[in-house]
């Protein structure tokens, strides 16, 4: 059993798995699944303006807390005791046309070249980390929400919103890889 929790688990086992996740908050809470929203229970709580957005009971929702902070753990143990020395798995396209863009370590999720502490004063990694944070932000609070949020509970729930967030959601990342990323390169 442990050599199974060690590998890399297939989508086919790992996406059920997160799925199931919609219905079981909704049938024994009532609560939508999302992360972002994490964000503003924090800032209920240490903000002590007396901001419209941060008034709200958030003592309700801090299972939501808990929630990330069993991710956040969850993740760490995971890396820490079960591995994480596995081979990440890029299609040999994918690595050519990274490759093409000037990258060259593919040794993790994010590379090196662009994503280093080092790189973080360099035009590229200010437009990256910093500029491109400050959308997601911005685009998390614009949509009132982020991608499980709208993606997972939301599309499950048959709601218009969360389908044209998700539609937006993609098309960005395609604009994005094709338009924008060459050019930042």
């Not at 939508?32 to 503003?40: K, N, V, Y």
């Not at 009971?57 to 929630?67: G, H, R, S, Y």
């Not at 939301?154 to 395609?174: D, H, P, R, V």
Request: aromatic share 18%.
């Amino acid at each position: 059993m442990l050599e199974f929790l060690n590998e890399p688990w297939p989508w086919y086992v790992a996406g059920p798995l997160f799925g199931l996740m919609v219905p079981l908050l909704l049938v024994f809470g009532n609560k939508p699944f999302g992360i972002s929203s994490s964000l503003r229970h924090v800032c209920a709580i240490c903000v002590p303006m007396k901001i419209n957005y941060f008034r709200y009971n958030w003592k309700e929702e801090q299972w939501n807390l808990f929630f990330v902070g069993g991710v956040l753990i969850g993740g760490f143990l995971a890396h820490r005791f079960m591995g994480g020395d596995h081979q990440i798995a890029i299609s040999q396209e994918t690595v050519s046309d990274l490759t093409a863009l000037g990258l060259t370590d593919f040794n993790s999720y994010l590379p090196r070249e662009i994503f280093g502490w080092e790189h973080l004063l360099s035009v590229r990694g200010f437009v990256f980390m910093v500029f491109g944070g400050f959308l997601i932000g911005f685009g998390t609070r614009y949509a009132n929400g982020c991608t499980s949020g709208h993606s997972i509970t939301g599309m499950a729930n048959f709601q218009f919103g969360s389908l044209i967030a998700t539609i937006s959601f993609f098309a960005g990342g395609l604009i994005m890889t094709y338009f924008i990323l060459p050019y930042l390169m």
